[in-house]
C-alpha cells in the first residue's frame, strides 16, 4: 500500500540553528499533508497543514515546503529551541481516505 | 476548553484479561480513531468510526473490539487474543476523515 516515509530518523541541531525535517510521500493522489509534534509520552499535536494546491505554508515559526514534483514535504523549524526535541512526522491524505501517518524523526536541540 | 480525552493514562492487566480504554471528545467530531504506537514505529491503526453506531476494522483489528454508541465516545476493549498488548494506545478524532486529527493523551497499558 501507499506509504510515508522520513530521510532522517535523529537530527541533532544547536539552539538557535534553524531545523529542516524532510518526508517522502509514494502516492502522488495524496492531496493533504499534516506535520504534528509529539513529546514523550504525550500524544501528537498538530503543526501545520499544507493542501496540495499550495507548494509553501507559514506558522508561527515554522514552515511546510511541498514539491510535489518529487513528492516530498518538509518542516523547516526557525531559530530552533530546546522545547523544539520532540519526534515529528508527517501524514498524507488522500480524498476522503484515512491519514497514512511516517514513522517520525526525533528532533534533539542542544543549549 | 474543546479536546479528547483518554483515560486512564496508565494501565495494568493479567494475562487473559480484557481491559477497556476510555476516550472522549467534546469537539463535535464525527469520526474517531484508535491508533497503537511501539517503541521506535509508526502509528498503527486499529479501528475508526466515521459516524454513531459504525465502525471500521483497521489494519491491526485482531484481538480488539471497539463500539460508539454515543458521538463522544469511542472505548477500545483489548481482548485476552491480543497476544502482544503491552503498547502505548492513542485516540483521535476529526471533524471529516480526511481533515487533521487531534490526538488525545495517550494511555500505557502494559500487560504483567
Known amino acids: 500500500g501507499e506509504s510515508v516515509g522520513l530521510h532522517l530518523p535523529t537530527l541533532s541541531v544547536q539552539e538557535g540553528d534553524n531545523s529542516i525535517i524532510n518526508c517522502a510521500y509514494s502516492?502522488?493522489?495524496?492531496?493533504?499533508f499534516i506535520w504534528y509534534k509529539q513529546e514523550s509520552g504525550k500524544g501528537p499535536q498538530f503543526i501545520i497543514d499544507?493542501?496540495?494546491?499550495?507548494d509553501k505554508r507559514q506558522g508561527q515559526r515554522v514552515t511546510v515546503l511541498l514539491n510535489k514534483t518529487v513528492k516530498h514535504l518538509s518542516l523547516q523549524i526557525a531559530a530552533t529551541q530546546p522545547g523544539d526535541s520532540a519526534v515529528y512526522f508527517c501524514?498524507?491524505?488522500?480524498?476522503?481516505?484515512?491519514?497514512?501517518f511516517g514513522t517520525g524523526t526525533r528532533l534533539l536541540v542542544s543549549p | 476548553d474543546g479536546g479528547i480525552t483518554q483515560s486512564p493514562k496508565y494501565l495494568f492487566r493479567k494475562e487473559g484479561q480484557n481491559v477497556t480504554l476510555s476516550c472522549e471528545q467534546n469537539?463535535?467530531?464525527?469520526?474517531m480513531y484508535w491508533y497503537r504506537q511501539d517503541p521506535g514505529q509508526g502509528l498503527r491503526l486499529i479501528y475508526y468510526?466515521?459516524?454513531?453506531?459504525?465502525?471500521q476494522k483497521g489494519d491491526i483489528a485482531e484481538g480488539y473490539s471497539v463500539s460508539r454508541e454515543k458521538k463522544e465516545s469511542f472505548p477500545l476493549t483489548v481482548t485476552s487474543a491480543q497476544k502482544n498488548p503491552t503498547a502505548f494506545y492513542l485516540c483521535?478524532?476529526?471533524?471529516?476523515?480526511?481533515?487533521?486529527?487531534?490526538f488525545g493523551s495517550g494511555t500505557r497499558l502494559t500487560v504483567v
Open positions: 499544507i493542501r496540495s494546491n499550495m
Open positions: 469537539l463535535n467530531h464525527d469520526a
Open positions: 468510526s466515521q459516524i454513531v453506531n459504525d465502525f
Open positions: 502516492n502522488s493522489a495524496s492531496d493533504y
Open positions: 501524514a498524507e491524505g488522500t480524498g476522503f481516505q484515512k491519514l497514512v
Open positions: 483521535a478524532s476529526s471533524m471529516e476523515v480526511n481533515y487533521g486529527y487531534t
